[in-house]
């Protein structure tokens, strides 16, 4: 059974830093790729950043420059590092992994078969 848990969600003023972790379980966590996604309160869930089983890297526009995702196939984790952060940056973040293994690196939900519960990111202006 496939199980994600993030951690790292908080408060934080604009212009900081949050960096957000997820710890995968249940299967070989390097032959596929992690994403992340966000949804804000009455809108629908978008698009963050994705790497893929070779470490390729993929973000939205609206993150570029200012994220980085990175993973850790030894701890099963992947990472979500948020500078200069946006009060539009806030919303709850999951972190999902591929339905089929050695993919590149997918920006739509419908790639993703397995998510975490989610942790509420807050930037305050």
């Known amino acids: 059974q496939v199980q994600l848990v993030e951690s790292g969600g908080g408060w934080v003023q604009a212009g900081g830093s949050l960096r957000l972790s997820c710890a995968a379980s249940?299967?070989?966590?390097?032959?596929?790729?992690m994403g992340w996604f966000r949804q804000a309160p009455g809108k629908e869930r978008e698009f963050v950043a994705a790497i893929s089983w070779t470490g390729s890297t993929y973000y939205a526009d609206s993150v570029k420059g200012r994220f980085t995702i990175s993973r850790d196939n030894a701890k099963t984790t992947v990472t979500l590092q948020m500078n200069s952060l946006k009060p539009e940056d806030t919303a709850s973040y999951y972190c999902?992994?591929?339905?089929?293994?050695?993919?590149?690196?997918?920006?739509?939900?419908?790639?993703?078969?397995?998510w975490g519960q989610g942790t509420q990111v807050t930037v305050s202006s």
């Open positions: 249940g299967r070989t966590f390097s032959d596929y790729a």
């Open positions: 999902a992994t591929s339905t089929y293994a050695r993919t590149g690196v997918p920006a739509v939900a419908g790639s993703y078969g397995y």
